[in-house]
């Protein structure tokens, strides 16, 4: 007896339409950083300024609390702070250090992030800026302040430290770039390069098309 044939009709096809639209997507960008940070083959006068994540991580999805007015006391009718995702836009993370969340280097580094986010000009409503501190983080106030727009997140459970130990060290004056699709891609020290951020980020940003 034959082996049925494989669905051809349209209930075939719609099933392999995810993966289909997923390798439109996904393909172009992982060819492209692959041919411009991984590969022998480079650009006229490139530099890598960077330290490229090899292999590139996937990071795990989740949806993390956010700290900004999740403690304050809010109208019954106001919505709940959105979660924190590393999904869906490009990320430049800072990972919170000293006991209070988020100490005076860790200031300094949202400040970069800060800058490099505004150097973007109409590239910039691509990307957000994500802070994963702990329980005890941070200053609202001046956070609300002084970082407009920042996504910070309570990164203080079983989870959350599954998460954090994906990030290589050291963290402290890392900004980490984590692209739409969650794969954590690259580490940049801001005290010894910082405006290489901007420049790689740009070039990344142009190449792709998702997020």
Same mark, same amino acid.
């Given at each position: 007896?034959? &082996?049925?044939? /494989? &669905? #051809?009709?349209? @209930?075939?096809?719609?099933?392999?339409?995810?993966?289909? *639209?997923? *390798?439109?997507f996904a393909a172009p960008l992982g060819a492209a950083f692959?041919?411009?940070?991984g590969s022998n083959w480079r650009p006229t006068m490139r #530099?890598?300024?960077?330290?490229?994540?090899?292999?590139?991580?996937?990071?795990?999805?989740?949806?993390?609390?956010? =700290?900004?007015?999740? @403690? =304050?006391?809010?109208? /019954?009718?106001?919505?709940? &702070?959105?979660?924190?995702?590393?999904?869906?836009?490009?990320?430049?993370?800072?990972?919170? #250090?000293? !006991? +209070?969340?988020?100490?005076?280097?860790?200031?300094? #580094?949202?400040?970069?992030?800060?800058? @490099?986010?505004?150097?973007?000009?109409?590239?910039? %409503?691509?990307?957000?800026? *994500?802070?994963?501190?702990?329980?005890?983080?941070?200053?609202? /106030?001046?956070?609300?302040? !002084?970082?407009?727009?920042?996504?910070? +997140?309570?990164? +203080?459970?079983?989870?959350?430290?599954?998460?954090?130990?994906?990030?290589?060290?050291?963290?402290?004056?890392?900004?980490?770039?984590? %692209?739409?699709?969650?794969? $954590?891609?690259?580490?940049?020290? *801001?005290?010894? %390069?910082?405006?290489? $951020?901007?420049?790689?980020?740009?070039?990344? $940003?142009? $190449?792709?098309?998702?997020?």
């Open positions: 007896m034959k &082996p049925p044939a /494989a &669905p #051809t009709g349209p @209930t075939g096809e719609r099933s392999l339409l995810p993966a289909i *639209v997923l *390798v439109l692959w041919l411009y940070y #530099t890598n300024h960077g330290e490229l994540i090899q292999p590139v991580v996937v990071l795990p999805r989740l949806a993390l609390p956010s =700290a900004i007015g999740a @403690t =304050a006391p809010a109208p /019954a009718s106001a919505p709940a &702070p959105a979660p924190v995702e590393l999904r869906g836009k490009w990320s430049l993370v800072v990972i919170g #250090t000293g !006991e +209070a969340g988020c100490d005076a280097d860790c200031r300094g #580094t949202l400040v970069y992030a800060r800058q @490099t986010w505004l150097s973007l000009a109409e590239l910039r %409503d691509r990307v957000q800026r *994500v802070l994963l501190a702990g329980a005890d983080c941070c200053d609202e /106030a001046y956070l609300l302040r !002084e970082h407009a727009g920042l996504r910070v +997140a309570q990164a +203080a459970d079983a989870m959350a430290a599954k998460l954090l130990r994906a990030f290589p060290q050291p963290h402290r004056g890392g900004i980490f770039i984590v %692209d739409p699709l969650g794969n $954590l891609m690259m580490r940049y020290d *801001v005290r010894q %390069d910082p405006k290489g $951020l901007r420049l790689d980020l740009k070039k990344l $940003l142009e $190449l792709s098309h998702i997020g």
